[in-house]
């Protein structure tokens, strides 16, 4: 009997439903670069009005959205884009923007929270004093929810504001909404009010929302018109697309409401994680749908423990020398977190009682 | 009652088959940028066997294909490539190379046959002596069949050829092979056969062989490592993408076979259009699935013809202030 592989890597490990499935089988299709593949035409048409935006444009992944995003803000020579030090773009997309886009990255400190400092924001846009030795300020990006800070949530409140700080000084603002629905539901707000301020969003589909593949980017109709010859450009031009559109709109429709239940579920594990005292977890941290946690006793290091995990079926993510992450999905069930979280107390004990064994057997000398 | 529409204007149109529709359903997946997707693995590792290269590797289209191929040959700043004048990589991809990777193009003119003169290539190689002044030559990129000289099939002796050429100047060798099945099956030779000299090799799967979506490159394992990233890093790394993989499995097992009906169907239409005295049409020129033809008579223009065949549900493509494109693929 093959055993169920719990796993809390990534919301990206999701795979598609029946319902899904059907929907690819049966997607109406054609040629989406010599004309217009009817499904894709559907869905895009849908998320932008489900974004409060002109038009949309589905791509193959998160990364290629938020390149096409900050090529099509920043396409002068010489342009500079405002990014948090702790962003998907800046840390995990190659430094694309730049190999690729030759747009410099100007960074700022992403605080606790996802935030970056407004008055830092403000302090980085370049002057049009110094043209002769800066690069040009186009565009701002936030990151909502924030991931490498555990999933937050940035307010309405303080989007609007940096869209104002954009706005005040003739810049752009796109947003990495790759799990914006997983905060525009932890935070209440409609996402079309969530995203107002934004220029641009880049949204996935292949997280939590479930669908096998793609994201799609958000705009006016003359940004979209730029993204969708820089999708080509890049390679994303796909011919009956269809097929992956007809599974992402299952994904909207079937899954959308079942994010707060992933966050619910998280808290449930992070509660768990709680109660073992080699682990320091801050409950208040977790807002959505992930959960960081650190290794409080120097014997367990993440990269133990998700070995033991990983023998025990459960995959999680080490995040550094000292934490790891777990991000929880619709296709996690309660029954999976309570799975998880007795196998991770078995794996210290067992990682505990390994450590006692080798340093007796280093003490007495024998193997 | 619909009338069916008879869509030539490329092969791209193919739809998915109902075996693929199955396939596609039914396929095992998992997430192929944390790990690999299994289907996807499966796909990859038999597109390689099937064109007698190392490695594959699956991207969301010939455009990626071709950009992913020359950026990993040329991964040094300040790298030229020498490719046809009339190639698609050259035209009808908004020039991404540089524009995007920053590699020169510097082009040799195609002739009618496809092919580039060999002693042409030769003389567009950069000499080192003029370092100070030269990007460095790294690539040379063929494409087979050649699309805008109408389907043109170049023969394994030229591949071979400028192989050799190739390695003698410490050369990568790349072919935009998007239709080297049509290629292949027009000349009769192995398609593994046909690009050995080839370091790397793009293959389309949503043309001729009909799969929705994608194409394949193919090449050393060390080559395709650099490619995965160079995908990832254009935005081509998706998730559970077997579901791709499977169309393109069924494509490649169930279609292929049939190109050979393609090329017999596409001269079919040719002799026919030789028969109106409006058109000229040079019959030899008709190697695959693609047939091109010239409007003899001011009267008709191709964006006229077109417009006129549209209201009759035949869809071309104008390719020139007076010529037409009409590409045939199974339906």
Known sequence: MATKVVDLRSDTV???????????????????????????????????????????????????????????HCDARGSEVILGDDSHVHVYEHGGISTLGGVHPRTVPNNPDGTMDVDRIVAAIRST?????YPTTRLICLENTHGNSGGKCLTVE??????????????????????????SVALGVPVDRLVRAADSVSVCLSKGIGAPVGSVIVGSKAFIQKAKILRKTLGGGMRQVGVLCAAAEVGVRDTLGKL??????????ADGLKKIKHFTVDLTSVETNMVFFDMADPRITPAKLCQAL????????????????????????????????????EAVEEILACDAKSERCSTNGTS
């Open 129 to 133: 004093d110094g043209a002769l030795y």
């Open 260 to 269: 707060a239940d992933d966050h619910r579920k998280a808290k449930v594990l």
């Open 310 to 345: 990983k023998q025990r079926s459960v995959l999680a993510m080490p995040t550094s020398s000292k934490s790891v992450r777990f991000v929880v999905h619709y296709q996690i069930s309660d029954g999976d977190i309570q799975y998880a979280l007795t196998c991770i107390e």
């Open 14 to 72: 999701t795979k598609p439903s029946e319902a899904m499935r059907a929907a690819m089988a049966a997607a109406d299709v054609d040629d989406d670069v010599l004309g217009a593949d009817p499904t894709a035409c559907r869905f895009e048409a849908e998320m932008a009005r489900i974004m409060g935006k002109e038009a949309a444009l589905f791509v193959p992944s998160g990364t290629m959205a938020n390149l096409i995003s900050v090529l099509a």
């Open 158 to 183: 303080y989007t609007d504001k940096v869209g104002e700080v954009a706005k005040a000084h003739g810049l752009k603002l796109h947003i990495d909404g790759a799990r914006i629905f997983n905060a």
